[in-house]
């Protein structure tokens, strides 16, 4: 069973950073292309980052120069630093694994498995 448990969220200011972490239970995530996605309210769970397993990435450009995603931990996890928050980032952060690196540029849920339960972020003054 590949499953995925994400931490890390809470409650944040603007302007503020938070680091997200995508975890493998019980394996490392190193060998797997993983996708961070988040659902605000009311909406649509939308792509946010992902990264290669050879470790090309990539972002939506809502996160582009603000968002980071890299892996740590010796490559067992795969983490979010999140900077300069904005109210609007305010949502449940899920990450997913995806074995399509041909599509991964897209940050689509369709590609991706083994959803995690997720992680609130909630980005207020």
């Known amino acids: 069973q590949l499953q995925l448990v994400e931490s890390g969220g809470g409650l944040v200011q603007p302007g503020e950073s938070r680091r997200l972490s995508c975890a493998g239970s019980?394996?490392?995530?190193?060998?797997?292309?993983i996708g961070w996605f988040r659902r605000a309210p009311g909406k649509e769970r939308e792509g946010v980052s992902a990264i290669k397993a050879r470790n090309d990435t990539y972002y939506a450009d809502s996160v582009k120069g603000r968002f980071t995603i890299s892996r740590a931990n010796a490559g067992m996890t795969v983490d979010l630093l999140m900077n300069n928050l904005k109210p609007e980032d305010t949502a449940v952060y899920f990450c997913?694994?995806?074995?399509?690196?041909?599509?991964?540029?897209?940050?689509?849920?369709?590609?991706?498995?083994?959803w995690g339960q997720g992680t609130q972020v909630t980005v207020s003054s």
């Open positions: 019980g394996f490392s995530l190193n060998p797997y292309s």
């Open positions: 997913a694994i995806t074995y399509y690196d041909n599509y991964i540029e897209r940050i689509s849920e369709t590609f991706f498995h083994s």
